[in-house]
């Protein structure tokens, strides 16, 4: 067996909806580009809100992205990369232990992997593939939004179907924005019955 690469490495960038990860997983491909690293962006198929071919911060920034169903194509076109960055993890349709092999498969390989993606659904709950990723990642960052109902510190996403909290049976992955989600925090978010 080979031994991993120094050089590689897993960053998840994680938090609710509207904390800005896509916002910092962009910032931080800029950084990439400016060193000239070779880097490749990925997207599920499934987040079809911006087009398919892209990813976009709700701020309006935008980078072109491959759309992809599966970590096992993320692993046969990640070839040449130096860095590559998936968004809204969450989204890809796979069990979460194959999702955490691709990538520490990668990270062996002496890639970085930049990840992005919900850490919990609507309902609070941990998204599997994000927990289980952000217990092996070597670097961790929790962001926050902003409490749309008190100004506080916003860790969930509450998910609204004619302005009432969805019920407990809805789908947790359904993509939408401002009309579906909000973002708010531990004493105003309703829970789903
Ligand atoms: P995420 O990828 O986490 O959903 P984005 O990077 O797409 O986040 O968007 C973050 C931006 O969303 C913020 O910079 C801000 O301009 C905007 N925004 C809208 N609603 C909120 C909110 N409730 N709290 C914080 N930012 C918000
Ligand atoms: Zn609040």
Redesign the pocket.
């Known amino acids: 067996m080979t031994r991993p690469s120094s050089s590689g490495r897993v960053e998840i960038?994680c938090?609710?909806?509207?904390?800005?990860?896509?916002?910092?997983?962009?910032r931080r491909i800029r950084q990439v580009r400016i060193a000239r690293q070779q880097f490749r962006i990925f997207t599920p198929h499934l987040d079809t809100r911006y087009g398919e071919d892209q990813i976009?911060?709700?701020?309006g920034?935008r980078l072109e992205a491959q759309p992809v169903s599966s970590i096992a194509e993320v692993l046969a076109r990640s070839e040449d990369a130096q860095v590559i960055a998936i968004?809204?993890l969450h989204f890809l349709n796979d069990t979460p232990q194959s999702i955490v092999d691709g990538c520490q498969t990668l990270a062996d390989r002496g890639l970085r992997v930049l990840i992005?993606g919900?850490d919990q659904n609507y309902r609070a709950e941990p998204f599997e593939a994000v927990s289980r990723l952000m217990a092996v990642a070597e670097q961790v960052d929790k962001?926050?939004?902003?409490?749309?109902r008190c100004g506080a510190y916003?860790t969930r996403s509450q998910r609204l179907i004619d302005g009432k909290p969805a019920p407990h049976d809805a789908p947790t992955l359904v993509v939408g924005g401002?009309d579906l989600y909000?973002?708010r925090c531990r004493a105003c978010y309703e829970p789903a019955l």
């Open positions: 960038i938090g609710c909806m509207y904390s800005g990860k896509t916002e910092e997983l962009i976009a911060s709700h701020t920034a968004d809204e992005a919900l962001l926050y939004a902003i409490c749309v916003a401002l909000e973002a």
